[in-house]
């Protein structure tokens, strides 16, 4: 069955720095586009960032443009998302997700999840 496994996420202060990665297996599309959301405490999960496989067309939201960086290496089957300068409103927990398709329209894609993994930015 399909699974997406998050690592990398922790407690960091103002400023800093974590990489989360996602490994998938058995997803039934060769070729995906991928992406990152979000969900705070008391809101709803939101989408953060998408890659497809090559990575020729990327998104993000406004509030993480220029700090967050999704990249993929389809040899291991594994995406990133490289934030920088985190801040506490990126406290989250982050969800790595899977399209059913190969070209990106946008968040709505997304049909597979995986389990989060918690970033805790504290002030």
């Known amino acids: 069955q399909v699974r997406l496994v998050e690592s990398g996420g922790g407690s960091v202060q103002t400023g800093d720095s974590l990489t989360l990665s996602c490994v998938a297996s058995a997803l039934p599309l060769r070729g995906a586009v991928m992406g990152w959301f979000r969900q705070a405490p008391g809101k709803e999960r939101e989408f953060v960032a998408a890659?497809?496989?090559?990575?020729?067309?990327?998104d993000y939201i406004n509030d993480v443009k220029g700090r967050f960086t999704i990249s993929r290496d389809n040899v291991k089957k594994t995406v990133y998302l490289q934030m920088d300068n985190l801040k506490p409103e990126d406290t989250a927990i982050y969800y790595c997700?899977?399209?059913?398709?190969?070209?990106?329209?946008?968040?709505?894609?997304?049909?597979?999840w995986g389990q989060g993994t918690q970033v805790t930015v504290s002030s």
């Open positions: 997700a899977a399209s059913d398709r190969v070209y990106y329209r946008g968040p709505s894609d997304f049909v597979f």
């Open positions: 890659s497809t496989a090559t990575g020729t067309t990327t």
